[in-house]
């Protein structure tokens, strides 16, 4: 399959973000009572992008667009799943409907839980919740579509360089040989 594809690097840490979000981080979520603990929506906000860091500690900084739209993704599974895992992981029967309508803003000022940062906390409203959620997709959105021409500038560059620098140790020869004598570079 071409690196285009479902193959592709890109694809591959997208999958990852999702089932990290379904499963690690709403299971971290659901068996700790995050609003009672000090600082715990902080310390979730840096879960939501830790597995993505080493991206740039590998790639550079030119990928901090991939790599927030990967943790934008983890914490959208999280806020957009976290009673249908819960259901699934420990057999509790939520109200699903209602629990959706409060995440996507319909339920208005109604509030439902704390958002604890430490520092920072304060009461959870149907509207805010529903702004935070499609803000995050908008935001997803627009890097995706901002970083696609760098994405496959860096796909392309990353299989030239790939190309050239197992070539010749490993005598890999994509298509018909040179002719003998040839010497690649």
Not at 6 to 11: V, Y
Not at 49 to 65: A, C
């Amino acid at each position: 399959m071409s690196r285009r594809g479902f193959a592709s690097p890109t694809f591959r840490l997208f999958i990852f973000s999702i089932v990290y979000g379904l499963f690690y981080v709403n299971y971290i979520d659901l068996v700790v009572p995050g609003s009672n603990v000090p600082g715990y929506h902080a310390w979730l906000g840096v879960t939501y992008f830790i597995s993505f860091i080493p991206v740039i500690l590998i790639l550079g900084l030119r990928e901090w667009k991939l790599v927030l739209c990967l943790g934008l993704v983890a914490s959208l599974m999280n806020d957009l799943f976290y009673y249908p895992i819960s259901l699934l992981f420990f057999g509790r029967a939520p109200d699903l409907y209602s629990w959706y309508m409060f995440q996507l803003g319909f339920r208005g000022f109604t509030t439902a839980w704390t958002f604890n940062a430490g520092f920072l906390t304060f009461k959870v409203t149907s509207l805010l919740m529903g702004a935070s959620i499609y803000a995050r997709v908008a935001i997803i959105v627009a890097l995706t579509l901002w970083g696609r021409v760098s994405m496959q500038q860096w796909m392309m560059a990353g299989r030239i360089k790939l190309a050239r620098s197992f070539e010749k140790p490993l005598r890999i020869w994509r298509g018909k040989p040179p002719p003998s004598g040839v010497e690649v570079a």
